[in-house]
């Protein structure tokens, strides 16, 4: 199973017109027409229209919304509407409501707030997913199915330390090994009594926060557990849809979003959909690495951009509206990762409550003269005319980009040896490095097969798991760069320090032993000297970790220049079989990622061809033996290239020759049709 049959890339998104009368509806769809709206998400948070009391289902509402959608030839993904638990339910079934982390057991109130583990949720989520599919499934304008929302989120209640219990004798089979794995001879732990165990919050491990554990092993397992447990509620919603209905599954989620393991929730949807919302000044490779996760998910199948808004934000203290031409560009920026739709929240702003300023393709005053407007038309012609050439374009990436929850939770959650590292930031550093050198990259699980990639990146793998180790040494042995950092090969699945040298089983690959870390407060930085033979050196510095490595066969790279070990290796390179492997012993400034990132592409031709142009930001789509070629300006200046490849701009019809000079304005997008073929 895969992504819904359409015939170009769907372009439109959630629609709530249940909201609103219908007289407004007719304003709608002329709206729609203008700017070929054809896909509306609908139903997202309906389950008190759905099913007003425990006994009562009506789906008029829904059906008018849909008849409307198809009379007027859209299509629609239709929700199960799930993910706000309506008023009678927490009425009726206090246990539906989640206990907070503080042990709060919480009332009726906002949304996404269901326990997972609830058999009243269960049944009736389940239940109004099945009533949905019954009656919608063979409705024309239906294409895909849309459980829930934004999936998240954790509960501590009694309920859930019972599935927790049982989770754990699934995963761990008897109390002794679970004993071994929890170390839990460490301060008086050892468990007798399945029963003993209880949830890790602040009434029990927790301290200070949800990273701060006396146990790591008990809180890592705590959130596989919630991981697994929310998804077994977004399996028997999937299921209860399956008896019905053979349309495509998906749930949207929040790529960089580290309550859950998107890799367990992978093998169980049938296409892969998020939600775009960036994070106030974080970097805009951010989203190209959010992008490539998503995408990474199930094995580089295109996925659905499933909401961004088309202007602002109203959750933020500040909401700025996406300026002039950088909806369509981060539009464009999706689909030239791999997505294979356009979609906003929200078609229309609400009326009230708290998204009444939310931005959305049409404002309160249904006004289709609006700058937001303009350019959500405007992209929706480009996309009308680029029709279905893009639909499930593959990325030949060379590059891979290792991403996993484990490490994140392992590393932020452990006691040593800087709260100041954040797996998410260094993932972003690397990326951010890699996406400047214009490599193509796909962001895949650490138990990834690998042997299709020339570099791999492994930076902050904290936890190694399974053969990893050995999966890694293979791709330089056959010729590849592997590059890993400090922080690595730390830990085994269970969170136990290898009883070894650090950087543990990696330590043979890197050729090196780190004799001692040092910690030091953000506000004291070392600095590293950079240097490979023939180029000149350079100076970066050095944050919150470092490893004192003692070569074991790797050359040092990079060297401390103060403190007591002034000096020392910091970063080395190991020459391994036909290939190479990395070691970057400290928290690097981003010129000092910059240049290991940079040099490890090199070693395997994998610089891209606009490595010197700042902010250009270039991938390549794969189609049937025709490869396209996205350029994605993302600086406010017009930049000039030299074109490598013969072609034409699909938006302009212009064509493109290779050697010839291509330019891409400010804010701009160039999508090339090569003409050349794939292999180009
Ligand atoms: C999320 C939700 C939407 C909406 C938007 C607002 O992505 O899925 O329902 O609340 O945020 O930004
Ligand atoms: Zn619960």
């Known amino acids: 199973m895969t992504l819904p049959a359409l015939d170009k890339i769907p372009y439109g998104g959630d629609y709530n017109p ?29 389950w008190s229209l759905t099913q007003p009391d425990e006994d009562t289902y009506d789906l008029s509402t829904l059906e008018r919304i849909l008849d409307r959608a198809h009379a007027d030839g859209r299509k629609v993904c239709l929700a199960t509407g799930t993910a706000a638990v309506p008023p009678w339910l927490a009425h009726r079934y206090p246990e539906v409501c989640r206990t907070d982390f503080e042990g709060r057991r919480h009332v009726f109130g906002v949304r996404h707030n269901a326990c997972a583990s609830s058999p009243a949720y269960r049944r009736f989520s389940a239940a109004v997913a099945a009533r949905i599919a ?148 974080s970097p805009v490779s951010r989203m190209a690495l959010s992008h490539a996760l998503m995408r990474g998910l199930k094995d580089g199948q295109p996925f659905w951009l499933m909401e961004q808004t088309p202007t602002m934000t109203a959750t933020r203290n500040y909401n700025p509206v996406k300026r002039p031409g950088q909806m369509r560009l981060w539009s464009w920026q999706a689909v030239a990762h791999g997505s294979d739709s356009v979609l906003f929240f929200q078609m229309r702003h609400s009326r009230g409550a708290s998204e009444k300023y939310h931005g959305a393709v049409l404002n309160h005053a249904g006004r289709t003269d609006t700058r937001a407007f303009a350019e959500v038309a405007a992209l929706g012609a480009e996309l009308e005319k680029v029709g279905d050439r893009l639909l499930g374009g593959r990325t030949p990436a060379r590059v891979a980009l290792l991403f996993d929850w484990d490490s994140w939770w392992a590393l932020e959650m452990s006691d040593g040896y800087s709260r100041a590292v954040g ?44 053969d990893a180790a050995s999966r890694l040494e293979d791709v330089a042995r056959r010729g590849g760069t592997v590059v890993t950092t400090v922080m690595s090969g730390r830990v085994d699945e269970n969170d136990n320090a290898f009883l070894m040298d650090v950087p543990g089983p990696l330590g043979a690959l890197c050729g090196v032993r780190v004799d001692e870390t040092d910690s030091l407060p953000p506000d004291q930085p070392n600095e590293v000297a950079l240097l490979l033979p023939g180029e000149p050196e350079l100076r970066v510095s050095a944050h919150h970790v470092f490893d004192l490595v003692i070569p074991q066969g790797a050359e040092p790279v990079g060297f401390y220049t103060t403190d007591f070990y002034d000096g020392t290796p910091a970063v080395t390179r190991h020459e391994v079989g036909e290939g190479s492997a990395w070691y970057v012993g400290s928290v690097l400034d981003q010129e000092g990622v910059d240049w290991v990132v940079r040099h490890a592409l090199a070693e395997r031709g994998c610089l891209g061809a606009f490595a010197d142009v700042r902010d250009l930001e270039h991938t390549s789509r794969v189609v049937d033996g025709r490869r396209y070629e996205f350029l994605l300006n993302h600086g406010a200046d017009a930049v000039q290239v030299r074109a490598p490849w013969d072609g034409v701009d699909l938006l302009t019809g212009r064509a493109v020759a290779a050697g010839a000079s291509l330019p891409v304005p400010g804010t701009g997008v160039v999508v090339v049709e090569t003409s050349s073929g794939a292999a180009s």
């Open 18 to 46: 249940e909201q609103w009368g219908d007289a407004v509806w007719d304003e709608d769809y002329r709206a729609f027409d203008l700017a070929r709206i054809d896909l509306l998400t609908v139903g997202v948070f309906t």
């Open 134 to 281: 019954e009656r919608f499934a063979g409705h024309p304008a239906v294409v895909a199915w849309h459980v829930n929302n934004e999936y998240g989120g954790q509960c501590y209640c009694d309920l859930c330390a019972a599935e927790f219990r049982l989770w754990l004798r699934d995963r761990h089979g008897s109390l002794d090994r679970l004993n071994e794995a929890w170390n839990t001879d460490f301060w008086s732990h050892r468990f007798t009594d399945w029963e003993q165990i209880v949830p890790p919050n602040m009434l029990s491990e927790h301290w200070r926060g949800p990273n701060h554990t006396a146990f790591q092993g008990i809180t890592l397992d705590y959130l596989r557990f919630n991981t697994d447990n929310i998804l077994r509620s977004f399996r028997e919603e999937k299921d209860a849809i399956r008896a019905y209905s053979d349309l495509p599954v998906t749930t949207n989620m929040m790529a960089i979003y580290r309550h859950l393991d998107y890799h367990r929730w992978a093998p169980h949807l049938d296409f892969v959909s998020w939600d775009n919302y960036p994070t106030d000044g």
């Open 423 to 466: 797996y998410e930031a260094q993932l972003v550093s690397y990326y951010e490095a890699l996406w400047q050198a214009g490599a193509l990259v796909d962001v895949v699980a650490a138990t990834a097969d690998l042997s299709g990639y020339d570099v791999v990146f492994a930076p902050f793998l904290h936890m190694l798991k399974g």
